[in-house]
């Protein structure tokens, strides 16, 4: 078992950047895929982006794609995620996953243990 802890949330403005990581102290984070989800007030858990567990394959949320980032730090085992040009649709809790079958998945419930979220609030 694994338990992540997201980090790096806050309140910005349309067209900033802002960065999250999410990061584990059970040294076999390194062997789970993770992924990022955010739910906004109302709304159901949307999927954001995920990665395997080497880092490799991103997959993104076409609403996302070429603006957000995944990459992975193995040696601190962190996840971090890059959110550019920043938009107020980007306004949710965002929350960490970890699945034990290495590869990124769309689908939550691939996902077993998740972090509490980390809030990001982008003001137009």
């Known amino acids: 078992q694994v338990q992540p802890v997201e980090s790096g949330g806050g309140v910005v403005q349309a067209g900033d950047s802002l960065s999250l990581s999410c990061a584990a102290s059970e040294p076999t984070f390194s062997h789970y895929a993770v992924g990022w989800f955010r739910q906004a007030p109302g709304k159901e858990r949307e999927f954001v982006g995920a990665l395997a567990w080497n880092g490799r394959g991103p997959i993104y949320a076409v609403s996302v794609k070429g603006r957000f980032t995944l990459s992975r730090n193995p040696f601190n085992n962190t996840v971090f995620l890059q959110m550019n040009n920043l938009k107020p649709e980007d306004t949710g809790l965002y929350y960490c996953?970890?699945?034990?079958?290495?590869?990124?998945?769309?689908?939550?419930?691939?996902?077993?243990?998740w972090g509490q979220g980390t809030q990001v609030t982008v003001a137009s």
């Open positions: 996953a970890a699945s034990i079958y290495r590869m990124g998945s769309e689908t939550p419930r691939d996902y077993g243990f």
